[in-house]
């Protein structure tokens, strides 16, 4: 559900590279999912080997919005360099009201408009680094779940073939004839010397 509501505020901010990791991100949960109800260990191997790639992803996000290493949250590196989109929560957060100026004055941006926020009560790139944040917590929570379902299950599959479920003789079966004996009867009926007892 945090997926998904990320992935909605990353559609409306056009930002590309989130909604991809997003759309991988909940395809995975899916496949965790269905491995843990359906008893399949590697579906879950799967989970959490990417939920160790979905926390560098968020780390770099985090790093992003708060420009370290000579990254700057006003690059497009986002959006694919594709457009100049940036977070919707740059203009759409909590308290912000937005402004448009018209720039008829000046040669060259007719039609054109000036955009200002003000007002915001939380400037949107802490917005960004408490998602990111949230899904490096439920990600790790993820990852010992995940670990702790496989430890279950390897345990649970041991356990039954020592106690004999993978053995190809059952303890516990029925006796029957073996098949050599069923065709010896079958050819003795049929045999011309079989009915010699009633041709007479």
């Not at 720039?103 to 917005?127: P, Q, W």
């Given at each position: ?193 079989g009915f010699s007892g009633t041709e007479g």
């Open positions: 559900l945090a997926a998904l509501e990320r992935q909605v505020f990353d559609f409306l901010g056009y930002q590309w590279a989130p909604i991809l990791a997003n759309f991988l991100h909940i395809i995975i949960v899916i496949l965790g999912l269905f491995g843990t109800i359906q008893y399949r260990p590697r579906y879950i191997v799967v989970y959490a080997i990417w939920t160790a790639i979905w926390v560098t992803w968020n780390i770099f996000i985090i790093c992003f919005y708060l420009e370290v290493g000579g990254l700057s949250k006003d690059s497009e590196l986002l959006t694919f360099n594709i457009s100049r989109h940036q977070s919707w929560w740059s203009e759409n957060g909590p308290g912000c009201v937005r402004k448009e100026a018209s720039m008829s004055g000046i040669k060259g941006l007719d039609n054109h408009s000036y955009i200002s926020v003000i007002g915001c009560a939380l400037e949107y790139r802490y917005i960004e680094v408490m998602h990111s944040s949230f899904q490096i917590l439920i990600a790790l929570v993820g990852f010992v779940y995940a670990c702790y379902v496989v430890s279950v299950f390897t345990e649970e599959e041991d356990s039954f073939d020592f106690i004999g479920g993978f053995d190809p003789f059952p303890l516990y079966h029925v006796n029957e004839k073996p098949t050599n004996l069923l065709f010896k009867q079958t050819y003795l009926l049929l045999s011309p010397t």
